[in-house]
Nanobody
Framework: QVQLVESGGGSVQAGGSLRLSCAAS????????VTWFRQAPGKEREGVAA????????YYADSVKGRFTISQDTAKNTVYLQMNSLKPEDTAMYYC??????????????????WGQGTQVTVSS
């Protein structure tokens, strides 16, 4: 079994920054990518950013391009999400997920085998 543990959430004012971390207990052959999702109250879970472990190729939702950066430390099995210029609409529970996906399916919730418990991000105006 693989455990994913998120950390780094919190409350900030608009324009501020946060860095989220997702630490995996291990990677298996059922994981080629790690993705950050978010879910706001009353809304569907949406993909925010993905990174492919072997290539470090990244994908971003249009709503966060230029503001968020996903990166990894493979020695620590940890993926980071640096979030800058935060907006109130970024407020959500953020989850990391791991699975085997492609550049087409990276944001599809059903393609991920493993999920963390989530970390709350609140941005006030």
């Amino acid at each position: 079994q693989v455990q994913l543990v998120e950390s780094g959430g919190g409350s900030v004012q608009a324009g501020g920054s946060l860095r989220l971390s997702c630490a995996a207990s291990r990677y298996t052959d059922r994981i080629n990518s790690v993705t950050w999702f978010r879910q706001a109250p009353g809304k569907e879970r949406e993909g925010v950013a993905a990174i492919y472990i072997s290539s470090s190729r990244t994908y971003y939702a249009d709503s966060v391009k230029g503001r968020f950066t996903i990166s990894q430390d493979t020695a620590k099995n940890t993926v980071y999400l640096q979030m800058n210029s935060l907006k109130p609409e970024d407020t959500a529970m953020y989850y990391c997920a791991a699975g085997v996906t492609s550049g087409v399916t990276w944001s599809y919730v059903s393609w991920y085998y493993y999920w963390g418990q989530g970390t709350q991000v609140t941005v006030s105006s």
